[in-house]
């Protein structure tokens, strides 16, 4: 065990952890944040995918020891507000079904608009392949992340 | 069941979830199979029912609707609000939403299978509601003095026209209270509706893109520890010794010993390792090496009950689940008859989340919170095992991160309640994906048999004789009886209008478990009897949907055909373009697929687009069902063409998702969906979409390529 | 999706990319012919220190090939722009994307899953800091190449991320080409040991670098 600090969605806890645990456990059983889902443990699903200095690494696999120094952003993190392009994307299009997946395909999601604010078909496939919906809301998911780059765009700044 | 000596006012108060609630209204069951009698919470208290009830209403006027039913995705949370906003006359946004506790006395049925939350007890919400709109209105009309037809209820108030007088409900709840519930209250016509049968959005949706909606896995109390339990991969296998000696060295692990939970009627031994945080216990569990006791009874592979399933069609007549006309003597004698086989896989249910449940065993009462389809069976299955009465197992369901018929066991639970016990507080049971790939039950994999015998392009015998596993026969069901879903899925006008026809079903066992599956053997025989069917309308030289079409006399059913034939452009559709069509019946909802697939360059074909159309007579929210059909094709596809459990030695052998693979997002056509509008009972929507895409698939095949798939899985890039 | 129908096996990849890659295969194909010449060392290796020793370095290199067309070598540099995985090069699941720097794409970059070390247990992803395939501009792919073109492949400059004869020689001791023997559980290593890798590279190079006439 080992005293280790970590920084998620901008909050600093002090957590005291085995260095090898996966990320994911810390979040979820040292820190009380729910949102982040355990699906596979072996990267599989997506079901775990938080931000790590901003990339979508799934914490199953990521161990806590790599986390330390960075930002962790997790689903609760995303926006104070349920308000994310992403997120309100999602509430309009009414994407999920039984919702578990859904922490891990919307941190997918922004990932991907962020490095490609105006995604074809074949980004989106891409940058969704790692994410699974036994629920099947693929289509929805497709539909949404359109709809939050055409808002994302609106939102921006002209010129 | 009422026993009215020992239930008091003050009992249900201390029970009752909501107890600054001042106008409550349920339902009192008074006994299975029964009408519903409406009460409100006074009346109850005469009966001396202890009871909660599906509508309160404070005195500010919040109401907070009890869903009984579990949220697995299927959109419970947001049916039955629906349902009893409409009548009750207060808008969704302004109403608050809880899962009820399991208990059969105050809702009823409240396990969420077979497609029954809406169909099962819309009509009762619905008559609920009215009676609390009609209670308020009247106590209103009693407050000004006013005869009660000049009153109205709108949007939470009562409201007097020719005065302009209105007051919100929460002014009205105490004077409503008091009142008797009147008998007979008139529902609104289906015209007048303004919140059923509109594609409103889900209430779940926002809690389900911040990550507050609570699973299962998510819940947390007070002092709770984690369980990982390393089970037998064989249900009917024993412990017979362990080593933990590595396990106890891992820090944060407290506790390790033998556990015993009941799967139905047999048990299923494990090791359980409890530690301070999952991963410890997860560690725990890996570190543990245990001697197994396999004995007594086949470890089989897939081969082998495939093997033997074979046999059992050549050489086996099975047992009659339905019998009419001479179909053997025809067949017999025909000179051309079709004789085929449809080979179905086991599969696993792969609910995104995991098994699991949070169980808190004190002294006078155990208390269990989890994702669970079926609280009052869990209930009483753990209030018999464990020598507790039920009304001290209080049952809580979080959400469910689906749940497939998998969740609708009572193991889980029961094993969480069983470790709590042992360790005296409370404890959080975590199955890891391993544990939940390999431990079925499963579903069966089936064998079907068909034969078959067309003469002037009519049906003249009809046979189908299936081997595989019964869900009941493992679980002490009756064995010299057909399975009675042996024609599940099949539309009943078929066995009506065809003269010579023969359902088999042949006996067959195996140690592996089998249960419930999304549209349970409608997920298997679907394929089999909807791909006969068009091996029959070829053989007829019939178009396959004219040939359905002449079989399916009802109007509701001519609709449907009508309907799906306009929307996938099947008449003006060439032949050989590769366009199929199935069209299967389960829980009161028919649902017909057109799919249209094309070849690839590289080889193989790939599925262009699916149209389906449902009609499950009345219904709550069109975009709701659309969410449910593009699920359950995205589930058929899956178990049609990528991933099926394959067992060796008497074990799964594929244990999480890199080799038991899912469809992806780049796997999924575009899905066109139509609801068919009319009159009649509501059916079940979350599980008839699925069965008709894998025919459906496999008949576009044949028409694209002459080559007719009847083995599933197969690969569409090897076609 | 894809599936072997022989072993059961499950391939995943999306119907556009089935067909991206075959024709990709095609091109590589084309290309490589346009290449072949006989046993001929690249200009950039002629230096003096080199004993030249066409059969010796042929020899070497057939060690040399073995390796890098095995599972643990060749996944990671496939003809297309999806990695290969497992002991039977089948396309990875779930597709990723090669990406401009061989890093991946949007929340499908290689090191999301691909950690520093192995992850334990069977299926699991295998790891290393700089995990990643060759970026697009610079492809060095090894699947479905001959000898006689990787050979020419892997002394070409334009084709071998700009590695001169020194860097060629460090490279067999570069942290992903040693990953290749420390590959995770349940997967086969390369069929010979990294050391005698190393020296039948080594011996290669320093005879010449000729490629085999195949």
Redesign the interface.
């Given at each position: 065990m080992a005293k280790i600090t970590l920084n998620i969605n901008k909050k600093e806890y002090p957590l005291e952890a085995d260095p090898q645990m996966p990320l994911l456990w810390a979040i979820r059983d040292l820190a009380g944040l729910k949102g982040t889902k355990y699906g596979c443990g072996v990267a599989q699903c997506g079901a775990c995918v938080v931000h790590l200095d901003g990339e979508a690494v799934r914490s199953c696999v990521t161990k806590v020891s790599r986390a330390v120094g960075k930002q962790v952003v997790t689903i609760e993190g995303l926006s104070e507000t349920n308000s994310h392009p992403v997120q309100k994307a999602w509430q309009e299009i009414d994407v999920p079904q039984c919702g578990y997946c859904h922490s891990g395909q919307i941190m997918s999601a922004v990932v991907l608009l962020r490095e490609k604010p105006n995604p074809t078909d074949q980004d989106i496939d891409d940058a969704m392949a790692g994410n699974i919906c036994r629920c099947g809301t693929y289509l929805r998911i497709r539909a949404a992340i359109h709809l939050a780059a055409d808002e994302q765009k609106k939102a921006a700044p002209q010129g | 069941m009422i026993d009215e000596q020992t239930v008091s006012r003050r009992n249900f108060l201390k029970t009752s979830a909501l107890t600054s609630a001042v106008f409550s209204l349920g339902f009192y069951w008074p006994g299975s199979g029964k009408a519903a009698k409406i009460v409100n919470a006074a009346e109850a208290n005469n009966f001396g029912v202890e009871m909660n009830s599906w509508v309160h209403i404070d005195k500010s006027g919040k109401v907070t609707i009890f869903d009984h039913r579990a949220?697995?995705?299927?959109?419970s949370y947001q049916a039955v609000p629906q349902i009893v906003a409409e009548e009750l006359e207060v808008n969704l946004n302004e109403i608050s939403v809880v899962f009820a506790q399991g208990d059969a006395k105050k809702y009823g049925n409240q396990v969420t299978g077979g497609s029954s939350t809406v169909r099962g007890s819309y009509k009762n919400l619905l008559k609920l509601s009215a009676t609390a709109r009609e209670m308020l209105i009247q106590a209103g009309a009693t407050k000004w003095g006013v005869p009660k037809i000049e009153c109205h209820a709108e949007a939470g108030h009562v409201i007097h026209k020719p005065s302009g007088k209105r007051m919100h409900y929460g002014e009205l709840v105490e004077a409503a209270s008091k009142l008797e519930a009147p008998k007979d209250v008139v529902l609104k016509k289906r015209a007048d509706y303004k919140l059923i049968g509109k594609p409103l959005?889900?209430l779940?949706?926002?809690?389900?893109?911040?990550?507050?909606?609570?699973?299962g896995?998510?819940k947390?109390i007070p002092g709770m520890l984690?369980a990982a339990v390393e089970r037998n991969p064989r249900l009917r296998g024993k412990v017979k010794s362990f080593d933990d000696s590595r396990t106890r060295l891992i820090?944060?692990v407290k506790n390790v010993f033998k556990v015993k939970m009941g799967v139905f009627n047999t048990y299923r031994e494990g090791v359980a390792v409890v530690a301070d945080?999952?991963?410890?216990a997860?560690q725990g569990k890996k570190a543990l090496k245990v001697e197994w006791d396999d004995t007594g009874f086949e470890h089989l592979d897939s081969e082998e009950i495939y093997k033997r399933q074979a046999e059992a069609l050549k050489t086996q007549e099975g047992l009659a689940f339905k019998k009419q006309g001479e179909p053997n003597e025809i067949i017999a004698k025909a000179t051309k008859k079709i004789d085929v086989t449809y080979e179905t896989p086991y599969q696993y249910h792969?609910?995104?989340?995991?098994l699991n449940c949070v169980a808190h065993y004190q002294e006078d009462k155990l208390e269990i919170w989890g994702p669970i389809q079926a609280p009052e069976w869990v209930q009483d299955y753990i209030s018999k095992e464990m020598s507790i009465s039920k009304e001290k197992v209080i049952v809580n369901m979080t959400?469910?991160?689906?749940?497939?018929g998998r969740k609708a066991f009572m193991d889980y639970p029961h094993e969480a309640a069983v470790i709590s016990k042992e360790i005296k507080g409370p404890v959080q049971v975590?199955w890891?994906?391993?544990d939940d790939a390999t431990q079925g039950p499963f579903r069966p994999g089936i064998t079907y048999r068909c034969e078959g015998v067309i003469k002037d392009g009519e049906i003249d015998a009809f046979k189908v004789k299936l081997a595989g596993q019964n869900n009941s026969h493992w679980r002490g069901g009756k064995k010299d009886v057909p399975n009675g879903s042996a024609s599940e899925g099949f539309l009943k006008p078929y066995t009506d209008s065809i003269k010579n026809l023969a359902i088999m079903d042949i006996p067959f066992e195996t140690p592996i478990p089998t249960m419930w599956w999304r549209s349970v053997y409608a997920s298997t025989n679907g394929f089999a009897y909807e791909s006969f069917l068009d091996e029959l309308a070829h053989e007829a030289g019939k178009d396959p949907l004219d040939f359905r079409r002449a079989y399916l006399k009802e109007d509701r059913l001519q609709k449907l055909i009508d309907k799906i034939e306009e929307v996938s452009g099947w008449k003006s559709r060439k032949k050989g373009e590769g366009f199929g069509v199935a069209i299967t019946e389960c829980f009161s909802s028919t649902v017909a697929q057109v799919v249209k697939v094309s070849k690839?360059?590289?080889g193989?074909v790939?599925v262009d687009k699916v149209w389906a159309v449902m009609d499950c007579g009345w219904y709550v929210n069109p975009?709701t069902i659309k969410?449910?059909i593009?699920?359950?094709?995205?589930?058929a596809l899956g178990a049609a063409?990528?991933?099926q459990v394959?067992f060796k030695d008497g074990m799964a052998v594929d244990n999480?998702?890199?080799?038991y693979?899912?469809?992806?997002?780049?796997?999924?056509p575009?899905?066109d969906i139509h609801i068919m509008d009319n009159d009649a009972d509501a059916g079940g929507v979350g599980e008839p979409g699925l069965p008709p895409f894998a025919p459906a698939l496999t008949n576009a095949i044949f028409d694209l390529t002459g080559k007719r798939v009847r083995k599933l899985?197969?690969?569409?890039?090897?076609v | 999706m894809m599936q072997d129908p022989k072993n059961g096996k499950i391939n995943f990849v999306s119907m556009k990319t089935a067909t991206v890659l075959s024709v990709l295969l095609f091109v590589i194909a084309i290309g490589a012919s346009a290449f072949r010449k006989d046993e001929t060392p690249v200009k950039e290796l002629t230096l003096s220190m080199i004993n030249k020793d066409s059969v010796e370095s042929v020899k070497a290199f057939e060690t040399v090939y073995k390796v890098l067309m095995s599972s643990r070598c060749m996944n990671c540099h496939p003809a297309g722009d999806i990695p290969l995985q497992g002991d039977d090069s089948h396309l990875h699941a779930m597709a990723p994307k090669r990406g401009v720097e061989g890093k991946g794409v949007y929340a499908m970059k290689c090191s999301n899953c691909h950690q520093e070390t192995n992850t334990p247990g069977l299926h699991t992803p295998p790891g290393n800091p700089e995990w990643h395939l060759p970026p697009a501009a610079m492809k060095m792919v090894f699947q479905g190449k001959s000898a006689h073109e990787l050979a020419k492949q892997l002394v070409d400059k334009k084709q071998n991320g700009n590695k001169d004869i020194k860097k060629l020689i460090e490279h067999a001791d570069d942290g992903l080409v040693l990953a290749g023997w420390n590959p995770g559980e349940g997967r086969t290593l390369p069929p010979v040991s990294h050391a005698e890798f190393k020296k039948a590279w080594l011996t290669w190079i320093n005879k010449g670098a000729y490629a085999p006439k195949k």
């Open positions: - | 949220e697995m995705g299927q959109g959005r889900r779940d949706t926002p809690m389900k893109t911040n990550g507050t909606a609570v699973f896995l998510d947390m984690y820090p944060g945080s999952t991963w410890a997860i792969a609910a995104m989340e995991p959400f469910l991160g689906g749940g497939f975590v890891t994906r391993e690839l360059e590289t193989g790939k975009d969410a449910q593009e699920g359950s094709v995205v589930m063409t990528i991933h394959k999480n998702f890199s080799t693979q899912m469809p992806r997002i780049a796997d999924i575009p899905i899985p197969f690969s569409l890039l090897g | -």
